[in-house]
């Protein structure tokens, strides 16, 4: 089982950054998919999770309206587009994968994680 995890970088408070989570070595398509982030001195938060079976999406309230999650199952990949970040969107971002699919932003429930990719907003 393998998530790669990739896109971050350092951008500008008010601009964009795409996410991208390749996933291979399990059924795609069972599985949720949740984006995770941890920023030092904090503990890991569900930011958006997709539900590869019903296509359901979940976001954290600190990022509705300006975070979009979508999977491509064609590719395995699953992708969070991320606009008007904030410096407070600064964090290591994390993809996990969830069979369950039953609490959508709790990190305990997932099964599988890849490593980190790393957002940086400056102000």
């Known amino acids: 089982v393998q998530l790669q995890a990739s896109g971050g970088g350092l951008v500008q408070a008010g601009g964009s950054l795409r996410l991208s989570c390749a996933a291979s070595g399990f059924i795609f398509d069972d599985y949720a998919i949740g984006w995770f982030r941890q920023a030092p001195g904090k503990e890991r938060e569900g930011v958006s999770c997709?539900?590869?079976?019903?296509?359901?999406?979940y976001y954290a309230d600190s990022v509705k309206g300006r975070f979009t999650i979508s999977s491509d199952n064609a590719k395995n990949t699953v992708y969070l587009q991320m606009n008007s970040l904030k410096p407070e969107d600064t964090a290591v971002y994390y993809c996990?994968?969830?069979?369950?699919?039953?609490?959508?932003?709790?990190?305990?429930?997932?099964?599988?994680w890849g490593q980190g990719t790393l957002v940086t907003v400056s102000s």
């Open positions: 997709i539900n590869n079976v019903d296509g359901s999406t």
């Open positions: 996990a994968a969830d069979w369950d699919r039953l609490l959508p932003l709790d990190p305990i429930e997932y099964d599988f």
